[in-house]
């Protein structure tokens, strides 16, 4: 009972539901500012707009989920005020149709890596080498992802896995997480024997101690780049939050996160 409390909060924390949005759907007040965020930012920037909303009085709403699935649901005119997309492609597209105010600005970078909750009987080997040998011995039931259709990290996780010949292998144990937070919640609960997820997620004092991680290197994927644009309709209060995410406040958190940082 107290693992699966456990399991049920740690949920709540790390798991990014979005929802579609019907056309007709109202704004928010102009006093609220709704960001629409990659969930490998739900630590670093639930703490960046705490202390804005302290410092300013401005109410900013939080909404996490997979760059891919949030960008579908701006195309469908989702009513958020800022897009802060693990993928900069992403950003891009919504330029090209228009919906965005210009193409955005590079805001970080983002590492994955393996994770090993600390039941498993792997090693957290960012070459995978212990994965490949457990795909053979059988100590690999499940592998946590988040699903590559549509969340950056995902589709990263597969570059990696191709990258070291062990995609197909791997096909039957892989568990998909609608975005890198549900998967880090897979990986983290001991659902699945292993994780590729976010570094910033395991870097959040929630998670540090409930396994092992080490990264993957960077040239076995293509880069995260991460970019944040503001939406056609966005007040000139969220271009204050916009202009805040690059302060030194803000990517000192986000480097504390594991972010590396644009010049």
């Given at each position: 009972?107290?693992?699966?409390?456990?399991?049920?909060?740690?949920?709540?924390?790390?798991?990014?539901f979005t929802f579609a949005w019907p056309q007709e759907k109202p704004r928010l007040p102009a006093s609220v500012i709704t960001v629409a965020a990659a969930s490998d930012l739900k630590f670093a920037l639930t703490e960046i707009a705490?202390?804005?909303?302290?410092?300013?009085?401005q109410?900013?709403?939080l909404l996490f989920g997979s760059s891919g699935t949030l960008t579908t649901q701006?195309?469908?005119n989702?009513?958020?005020?800022?897009?802060?997309s693990a993928d900069e492609h992403l950003v891009f597209k919504l330029a090209v149709a228009g919906k965005t105010q210009d193409r955005g600005r590079?805001?970080?970078?983002?590492?994955?890596?393996?994770?090993v909750p600390n039941s498993?009987?792997?090693k957290a080997d960012g070459t995978f080498k212990d994965l490949a040998a457990a795909l053979?011995?059988?100590?690999?039931?499940?592998?946590?992802?988040?699903?590559?259709?549509?969340?950056?990290?995902?589709?990263r996780a597969r570059q990696a896995l191709e990258h070291a010949n062990l995609w197909m292998a791997v096909q039957a144990k892989l568990v998909l997480g609608e975005n890198v937070s549900q998967a880090a919640q897979f990986a983290i609960s001991g659902s699945a024997q292993a994780g590729i997820i976010a570094l910033s997620l395991v870097l959040s004092p929630t998670v540090a101690d409930k396994g092992q991680f080490e990264l993957i290197p960077e040239s076995w994927h293509q880069p995260l780049n991460q970019r944040m644009v503001l939406l056609k309709a966005a007040p000139s209060s969220a271009r204050q939050f916009y202009d805040y995410m690059a302060s030194a406040y803000a990517r000192d958190i986000l480097a504390r996160y594991g972010f590396s940082l644009p010049k």
């Open positions: 009972m107290k693992k699966y409390a456990y399991q049920c909060l740690l949920g709540f924390f790390l798991s990014g705490a202390s804005y909303e302290k410092n300013s009085g109410k900013i709403n701006l195309l469908q989702a009513p958020f005020d800022i897009f802060m590079l805001y970080a970078i983002g590492r994955i890596g393996l994770f498993s009987a792997l053979q011995d059988g100590r690999l039931k499940q592998l946590a992802i988040a699903n590559p259709e549509h969340a950056p990290y995902g589709q």
